[in-house]
């Protein structure tokens, strides 16, 4: 039988508040709304267990000799695109952990008549579910897939698409285009069964549905269809935080943002990573210094030693983790790389000008205005990967801006040796934990 660890280890661990063994030690399974929602609520697997693997694979920040040395090898091996051997616990399992809950909970809704029970209660568990498992698939997929390429990803191997959460389903990968649809069909169903506003933040509502719609649209190169979701999020969020604002920002602050902003639509947080932390991970040089002395994220996101090497502190999650949900300021950036991706200059120029006005100290950011298309591209993207630092997104997009020609390079110095990533490299697509491989018989990524 085929099945894999991580689904095993959830069935004895992450759900035993909810599971009560009988005398004759069957487990019971939730038959009830409210213990269905407890497991969406269980926000340690369903909001904080995005992948990190591919933001510590990333180019926006290095490590110094010093601490490479002391990491453990996974960690060094994910620093150097080489971790072949990641066993359990990893960002697989984890991912897969929160898929198991949705199936289950999606699973347990079949018997529950919605007749019986409050019809928007019970689509709202239901579209969680949808929204959690297809928001965890697309981060899976970010990081052990390639980029969707049109014509190519109809056979490239995805990811694992679990439909249900009974072990014995043999598990396969799916094509990178089979598991875009099975994203695009759940969240697309998730919309028209989720509240407008939830009771939490860290619940999804239909906006957050749509502004994952418009993350993954955009990974796909398909710019209408991510601008027409974005700009849905920003009809109903139209208003930023103002960094010159200290009753919203306090850039000065070891912390300058609280957690549930008013930029955030649904709160989610990547996994911790030993590569990550605070203490180790210092700012690529190039994009600290990209920063204008003027632009008051310089002082909200980093934090600067006296040898002149930064560190982040800028998360939304108003501490240390590292925020991955939707907030409003990642869609003005959609709607203003979409726009331009479309021909519609002015309008992304409007949407790129409103968000650096609310990032400039008052009266001094002069809004961008005569310049050509493709200068006006390279800012948005500049501002991008500025704006949404250590957002659990750069991975994919310098694989889906490679994928379109973009040639980014990336380098580590590891005593004293360059290592070095290619555009369009194989190392793109994470490789599979180990166990996963070996227990479950799947296809391993190429190195």
């Known amino acids: 039988m085929k099945v894999t660890v991580g689904f095993l280890i959830l069935l004895l661990v992450s759900c035993s508040k909810y599971l009560d063994i009988q005398s004759n030690h069957g487990l019971v399974v939730p038959t009830k709304l409210e213990d269905l929602q407890k497991l969406m609520d269980d926000t340690g697997i369903m909001n904080l267990s995005y992948s990190s693997f591919?933001?510590?694979?990333?180019?926006?920040?290095?490590?110094?000799?010093?601490i490479f040395d002391n990491l453990i090898d996974y960690a060094q091996n994910t620093y150097i695109w080489k971790?072949?051997?990641?066993?359990?616990?990893?960002?697989?399992?984890?991912?897969?952990?929160?898929?198991?809950?949705?199936?289950?909970?999606?699973d347990r809704l079949r018997s529950i008549s919605v007749n019986s029970v409050d019809e928007s209660f019970y689509?709202?568990?239901?579209?969680?579910?949808?929204?959690?498992?297809?928001?965890?698939?697309?981060?899976?997929?970010?990081?052990?897939?390639?980029?969707?390429?049109?014509?190519?990803?109809?056979?490239?191997?995805g990811i694992v698409l679990r439909n249900s959460s009974d072990f014995n389903e043999i598990s396969s990968r799916s094509t990178v285009a089979a598991c875009y649809l099975k994203i695009i069909d759940d969240l697309n169903a998730c919309i028209d069964l989720l509240p407008e506003k939830s009771a939490l933040t860290?619940?999804?509502?239909?906006?957050?549905?749509?502004?994952?719609?418009?993350?993954?649209?955009?990974?796909?190169?398909?710019?209408?269809?991510?601008?027409?979701?974005?700009?849905?999020?920003?009809?109903?969020?139209?208003?930023?935080?103002?960094?010159?604002?200290?009753?919203?920002v306090n850039v000065d602050a070891s912390f300058p943002f609280t957690i549930f902003n008013k930029e955030t639509v649904w709160y989610g947080e990547l996994m911790s990573s030993s590569n990550l932390t605070s203490s180790r991970a210092l700012i690529d040089t190039l994009l600290y210094r990209s920063f204008d002395s003027n632009d008051l994220r310089k002082k909200a996101f980093f934090k600067v030693a006296p040898d002149g090497?930064?560190?982040?502190?800028?998360?939304?999650?108003?501490?240390?983790?590292?925020?991955?949900?939707i907030a409003i300021n990642e869609m003005y950036l959609i709607r203003a790389e979409c726009n331009l991706r479309l021909g519609n200059r002015e309008k992304a120029?409007?949407?790129l000008n409103y968000l650096m006005k609310k990032r400039y100290k008052t009266g001094i950011f002069k809004p961008?205005?005569?310049?050509?298309?493709?200068?006006v591209l390279t800012i948005i993207l500049k501002e991008r990967r500025r704006e949404l630092i250590f957002r659990g997104l750069r991975w994919m997009d310098l694989k889906?801006?490679?994928?379109?020609?973009?040639?980014?390079?990336?380098?580590?110095?590891?005593?004293?040796?360059?290592?070095?990533?290619?555009?369009?490299?194989?190392?793109?697509?994470?490789?599979?934990?180990d166990d996963i491989i070996r227990l479950a018989g799947i296809e391993q990524n190429p190195q």
């Open 123 to 157: 689509n709202e568990v239901k579209g969680s579910a949808l929204f959690y498992r297809a928001s965890q698939y697309l981060y899976l997929l970010w990081t052990y897939a390639p980029a969707f390429i049109e014509g190519k990803s109809e056979d490239d191997l």
């Open 400 to 433: 889906r801006l490679n994928a379109e020609g973009a040639e980014i390079v990336i380098q580590r110095n590891v005593n004293g040796e360059i290592q070095t990533l290619l555009p369009n490299s194989n190392a793109y697509a994470l490789p599979l934990p």
């Open 54 to 66: 591919g933001e510590a694979s990333a180019d926006d920040y290095y490590l110094k000799q010093s």
């Open 368 to 375: 961008y205005s005569s310049i050509d298309e493709r200068e």
């Open 309 to 325: 090497t930064a560190t982040f502190k800028g998360s939304y999650s108003g501490s240390a983790k590292m925020f991955t949900g």
């Open 202 to 248: 860290l619940r999804p509502n239909r906006y957050a549905a749509m502004g994952m719609l418009a993350r993954t649209y955009l990974s796909m190169h398909n710019y209408d269809q991510a601008l027409l979701y974005a700009d849905k999020v920003l009809k109903k969020y139209p208003e930023l935080m103002d960094y010159n604002n200290l009753s919203e």
């Open 349 to 351: 120029l409007d949407a």
């Open 83 to 106: 971790n072949y051997y990641r066993n359990y616990p990893n960002d697989w399992s984890s991912g897969y952990n929160a898929v198991y809950n949705c199936n289950l909970v999606l």
